[in-house]
């Protein structure tokens, strides 16, 4: 479970849960095919990575 960053404040920055969750399972799958091709490694599970990047403004929210 991703307790930090907090579930809130994530949610904010998406505007909604619907589009958080959506957003960061489509990182963490880019995440986990980046793993699968030795492009990164990390001990910290892909989910987590990619909220922490999305709280820290690595990343962006766009429509589609």
């Known amino acids: 479970m991703v307790t930090k960053p907090p579930i809130d404040e994530l949610t904010e920055i998406a505007g ?3 589009v958080l969750c959506c957003a960061v399972t489509k990182r ?3 995440l986990n095919q980046m793993q699968a091709n ?4 990390t001990n910290v599970k892909t989910i987590s990575f990619a909220a922490e990047e999305l709280y820290d ?3 962006k929210l766009t429509k589609e």
């Open 16 to 18: 909604n849960k619907y």
């Open 28 to 30: 963490a799958k880019q």
């Open 38 to 41: 030795d492009e990164i490694s």
């Open 57 to 59: 403004g690595k990343i």
